[in-house]
């Protein structure tokens, strides 16, 4: 398997030197913005007045960390979840046999295309009560079509002869499901559960158009009010509005940058599917 | 079984459904105690302005101008209660939700319609034609507030009447945007604050290809920038107004009472051809069109540029600490209106709006919108909030300043700290009332008063623009196709024939007309 | 692999015909399995789409909505700012999805074929960082990097290399808005386009490619017997899937438009956007329900006819 390194991979190296410079620049300059104490229009290299007042004045805003508890909350609470719908669906729309199977794959790709609009939807979730509730920001984004079918497409990859044994056995097919289907789809719920973890945290419009209780807020709300209530220079403790702003788009961006090292090795392992299959 | 409990919940479904559809909600209003007391004394003869109620419980829904939770909004609330007596319910989305859960309570029917309302520009006058809100004509006509003629901002009230009727009330001023211009540079340059457009060109010319802000390069600044050829919206944001003058994109009432779509007058195609010498020459900057308000000012503290449209008062002081920030020189000269503009604008003010449900509007009136300009404690408590929360006449170390004992200050901002409060809801410098108590006046800084005291000395009121269907069909396009012809023409270099060519070809022309003829019929009809 | 996939049951029951009621006890543990998937979408896809009705009203929000007919259509096919705008939405997102998923696919590609887990490890977590940028904020960044003044990293670099005399308006040109409104798209989502593929890649059996290496094949044709015919059924899906969005394209161009390029860069939804806030009057959702409804319509065949294609050359649809 070991082989010499040749010049292609050479020249693939200096390739992926050169696309992550040209990914990086944009994101580096917000990242010396936020520790510039002096307002900058241009590009540099440093920061001219380096400090670290952004930070401390996102970090030091008095209700911010409850946001952040409700962004986590959510975001886990809402991946679960989001993923339990997914891999559902995704299970019973590879039973290609079962009668109905084209109905319910109709209906999911049609709540793709269509919408019913701000104002109908928001009437239909005051109706249930669903507004001002954490619920509404959990569940509606958790049925999640483009990510089902995705997941369906990985499901197909599972040999049949996996199936057929489990069925031998005598599994019933929630059996099936939780014993073989899941386990074997590591890179997969990884993978999706990535994205629903990112629309997650990211989520700014529902809680928008549901959330009038400020208790409810989550993080991106608030870093947007402090990027919206920085739009008036106060200038804390010698940050200036620009410096605030630029390093609440650093914070938000942080916490998958933690994470993301940590699912990586379920992309770079895979899954072996090879291995167990007799 | 399964299909059953299926069917069960598709029923379930369905049976929520139709009650989505038949709008059936169980809302239920606050304020029906006092639409009882009202009914009871209905059969007493008078309608005279002392019979009127006091309401029990008043429900607002506003936007982040009114005190906001993190700053004690409920310190606010109390002390409220406490003054007037009445309960008060504060409903109050976040900043940039506002007018999209505004729009949804009123979608979901009139039972859930708060009392009152914050509203502004084509809502106010879009709400109104609707019919969502009072006439409160008479209610001011009557008012104590209007007949104890402490009313310095009459022409205000005058201006927010949609043909003669009054539906929403302005507390203060809107205020508007004056042309500042460096001090040290007109002094490198050694020139002084232009009075004509020619002498206006002339500055220009000079920071553009001179070497006005003294660091021995000529020509790497440049004159004057904004954000965008055309204000976004509002029609008060005009950033160029030395350019446009007289000239307005926007639809005007003339002298003989007469509406006009100023964007086909020939004093448009001046506003135009100056525009675009002007860009031509390099003294606007080029990148006006993709230019934030914040890229200008980012711009404006650098040095990059010297003349700057910007809001009066506050911001006066806000430019200067930010160039002094960034080790500039911040001194700045708030421009008279060149002869050629003769007044700035100042736009429509954002109204206190009683809506049509609300079940005892003369009580709101009188015991919500008249109290907050009552030049009392009231008043003190919507410019300045609590006492001890928001300012304090305890002797104390804010920040950096010292107070005596007795010295009216505002205290260190709950939300922002690091910084002081300079007032809340009311701005008083903004005051539509006379207001001699004012314990703040000596707080505000000197170059906030003088560029706002010489805007309020040399603006006129932009005319309101009342909404008819005929403009809710074809405004929006018409002004996408005005503002890409602008473009075209100042960026581009079109000729004004080709741009209005365009103009008359793409329909505007014909969707200008009719809007035109429909607010002179609406105006005709009334 | 590219045979039908059978579910357990059909495995279980051979390939013979069952009558229904036999099937529908059979699968009844999946029907109850599918369940929550309903109830989820009923709530909060389906019962919103009685609103669509708005389409044929006159209705502000305030009063109650007027039945009008087909009203906003005909209008909607007088405006040639609303065709202008139908043209763009279709232009800008396929073009735009079609570089995105090549270029995607293409890193993929050469990600899997980095030697060093490390290195790749770093630059994976790199190219996918721009996706956490918010579009206004990569909007504000990217005006700056493209600014015609010298601030503008990339005329900056032209001008000293003397490849243009001034500056380009990069984003204030006509001509060059479409191209920019490209790159920055593929800036922004081909290292998060690329999980999707690495993910399916990384489910490819090993064993062929070592079988492969014994057969003397090289890195070329793995990646043509291998790599790619495990790749394709995802890059199909993704690309169908993605046209259902077609014509929602709204925030990119919303934050990078100005009005020198309308013409060329507004949207349906950057229409209906400017009905709603710039018509002067309360919008009549009515109107921005039937542009809406329209571009729904549009996004339907888009996929149906898609589908259909795919069936036709892989047996099957999507879903």
Redesign the interface.
Known sequence: MKKKATAFDYALVVIFILISIIMIVPIYKVLIDSLDLKTAYGMKLFPERFGMAGYVSVFTNPTLYKPFLVSCLTTVVGTITGLTIATLGAYVLIQWKMPGRTLFANLMLFTMIFSGGMIPTYLVMKTLHLTNTLLVVILMPAINVYNMVLMRNFFEGIPDSLFESAEIDGCSPMGIFLKIVLPLSKAALTAIGLMYAVSYWNDYTHYKLYITNDNLYNFQMKLRSVIMGSDLPHAIGGATENTVKNAAVIVAILPFMIIYPFCQKYFIQGVNIGAVKE | M??K??LA??MA?TM??S???S?C?SGSKTSGSAANAESSTATGETAGKNDIKKPEKITIMVNGTVTT??NNREAFEKKWEALTGIDLEI???????YF??L??T???GPENWPDLIILNG??Y???A????LWDMTDAWNNSELKASGRVTGEEVIDNTKINGKLFGFPVARRGGCLTYVKKAWLDRCELKAPETYDEYLNMLKAFTEGDPDGNGINGDTYGVSAA???GQ?DPSSNYLPEFYQDAKPN?EKGEDGLWYDGFTKDNFKGALTRLRDAYAAGYID??T??N?T??CR??F??D?FGVFTYWAGTWAS?LK??LE???KDGELVPLKPIKEIGAYEEGTAPVWAITSSCENPEGVFKYFIETMLDGGDTQLLWSYGVEDVHWSKKAETILDNTYAEGQFHTKE???????QYTKQHLDPMLSIVKWDEDPGKDTVKEEAKVSQELFNKNCRQASI?P???V???????L???K??I???VV??GISIEEAYARFEK??GAEWSKKIVDSLNEQESAK | MNTKKKGPAAVAAGNQKRPLLVSLRYYKGFYLMFLPVLIFAIVFHYLPMFGVRYAFYTYKGIKEPVFVGLQHFEKMMKMSGFWNAFGNTITLSVIKLLLNTFMAVVLSLMLNELRSATFKKVTQTIVYLPHFMSWVVTASVFTLILSPSDAGLINALMVKFGIVKEGIYFLGDKNWWRPMFYIINVWKDTGWGTIIFIATLSGINPELYEAASMDGAGRLNKLRFITMPALSNTIITVLILNLAKVMNLFESVFVMQNDAVTQKSDVLHTYIYTQTFNSGALPDYGYTTAVGLTASLVGCALVLICNKASQKVRGRGIV
């Not at chain 2, 034609?129 to 969502?132: D, L, R, Y």
């Not at chain 2, 901002?413 to 910084?419: A, D």
Request: aromatic share 8%; hydrophobic share 30%; net charge negative.
């Open positions: 399964r299909v409990k299926m919940a598709g479904m929520a459904a009650m989505v559809l709008g909600s939770k993190p409903i109050q989305p976040d900043h940039d939700a999209d859960v729009g949804q009123f979608a979901s084509s809502y006058t879009g709400y034609e609707e019919g969502a965008g050829f055309v919206g639809f080029k990148e069109l993709t934030g914040k890229d980012n711009k503290y650098e990059k806000n600490n930010n920030a960034n080790g901002s709950l939300e922002q700290p690091g910084t623009i909404s008819t269907d403009m809710a069909t074809y405004n929006g396009d002004t996408t196709l503002n890409s602008v473009a075209d960026v581009q793409e329909g």
